[in-house]
């Protein structure tokens, strides 16, 4: 007997329990199966852009935090590359140094919410979510001595840091960083080898190399993929040709390879941080800059490794206090042009999964 | 470290295969005349030694007599990096070549800047307002816009 | 929208952006003006004043102690309400550890993040849901009043455009213990109304 079926329109709507903040899918089911699938965001558009035309360049630093909060540390680094860049303002070593192991904790930091998220989306609900945020509030700890705030933290300045690191940093990042690596082997140990697990994202969501290059996709989509592809070793900015880490790249590109790419840079992160520790010099952590800056007539693109991948921030000045221009290239905007193409033929769980581990954050895809 | 290519070579090059392309040779950037834009940027993924597999960003940035569209192009293969623009005039109906045919990246930010500043984009599949609903009235990017 | 011959109407992702949009807007101009916040309790009758019956402090008691919270996650504050409810500032404590995304459940809307005009339909569609009685916390400068971001035009200035708030927890993001301070205020809120009406 033949049952005549329809496709049904379903709004995986903006609230929503796995949908990392306000995301919208308009998919059209087949039974179960997706047969197409429509991203709409912008329902976080805050129109930073705009604000920075009116805010000097200093009094933009801390809206730039608010676009990846689970990252606010590279969001400021980026920015404060581009107007150095653009001003032509020097940095001091030890201001290198900090900003260094900062971005590499704030890595730490994001990738923790990043797998926590995916695996809660796996179904493991709360269990792997609150074993990550145990490490994270750690970092946050760090962070807050350096910084005073938890989640958007205004630190960077252009010219360095806005303050010197306490005493009691160093000691207690040396505690963190020999405690971490026993920390990711616990998760590799639960994780790595679960039947449900390999089950739910070994195959599912696979993204070719050249689907992958050509949707410009950055970060560890990309290097899941199979393109070796970091900033930090192909267009270093920074001290960090000083280091020696790892880029771990995957085979596949489906979701499996996100996750454990995640865990890999986790510990590549670890090991920078050892290295800047021990190479930190003593001085002074700002070069001398005037409080309202003037950068000449011009323009600059800087970009950075951030933890869900190339941020990039462009600048358009014209002498003034305020930026004429400001663009962000948010990483997490374009890594979904892929997502259609990821999703279509898989179920309507398979698609929840595929989303949580491209690892998106709303503040930057809508801005 | 990625090598920011000369523009100066590579504008005689260009001109060579493609004459009437280049307006214009900067220090950084190259400007574009935007009829040959679509041509020159299928010459500029394709053509050995080349091989711009990557587009990092779109840009446009409203200086009031023209728009002007940055695009930043990447070869993850010889890891070296480029900079075009285009311009288009007026301020009614600015129109460029879209280049979603070439690398699926541009989709999501032609998209937006259509959005925000208006300049719609020939050969989109699908353009449309992205980030601000549809019945919003204006594009608020652009430099006149009024919110009050 | 048409009808197709199957008696289903017929989409087109169009018509049916153009149709959000007109929504959008409709509430974007109804709701320019503030809604005055939900604080009668504060003027009750002397003589009453706040010795409530035994049935009322019992029904009080029972309500605010095992508050069930709706997601309502848009932007940064989430994160810290995310941790308030994780290892360290345990949120179970208080009995809220339901943290659910069904609304008809719910009891308690804490809004953690900047609202924009183009999310606003559906928050009210999720307060509107929720049974009574409810309440509502506006969590971080965001939800009170727009906070960075009330020059945007995109942004509506504070919560309390659209839905009535019980509670203001500033901060930009609140630090989980000032996010627990604000939910004990809302239990002695609780604590002090009246239910049964004479």
Redesign the interface.
Known sequence: MVIKTEPIILNIGPAHPSTHGVFRMRTTLDGEVIVEMEPIFGYLHRSIEKLAEERTYTGFIPLTDRLDYLAAMSNNLAYCLTVEKLAGIPVPERAEYIRVIIAELQRIASHLIAVGAFLQDCGAFMTPFLYMIREREKILDLFEMVSGQRLTYNYMRFGGLSQDIPEEFLPALRKFVDQMPSYIDEYDQLLAENEILLARTKGIGILSREMALNTSASGPVLRASGVEWDIRHADPYSIYPRFEFEIPTGMVGDCYDRYWIRIQEMRQSVRIIKQAMKQLPPGPVRSTVPWLIHPPVGEAYAHVEAPKGELGFYLVSDNSIAPYRCHIRGPSLINLTALRDMVVGWKIADAIVIFGSIDICMGEVDR | ??LVLSTEKLATKLEQQLPGSIIKSNKDNLLVNSGFLFNLASFLKTAPGLEF?????I?A??YYDYFEV?Y?LTS?KH?H?L?LKAQCYGRDNPVLPSLVSL???????ER?IYD?MGIKFEGHPNL?????????QGH??RRD?L?W | MEVGPTGRYIYSDVDLDQHEGEIIEALKANSQQPLPDPDHWLQGKPERGIILTSVEAMLNWARRSSLWSVVCFPACCSFEFIATAASRHDISRFGMEIIRASPRQADLMITAGTLTWKMAPSVKRIYDQMAEPKWVIAMGACAISGGVFQASYGVTPGYNHIIPVDVYVPGCPPRPEALLYGINMLQNKIAKAEIIKK
């Open positions: 470290m990625t597999d990557f587009l990092s960003n840009t940035v409203d940055i930043q993850t890891n990096s900079v690398w699926r990246g541009a989709d999501f930010q937006e925000l449309k307002r992205i980030v601000l609903w549809e019945g919003f608020p990017l816009y919110s």
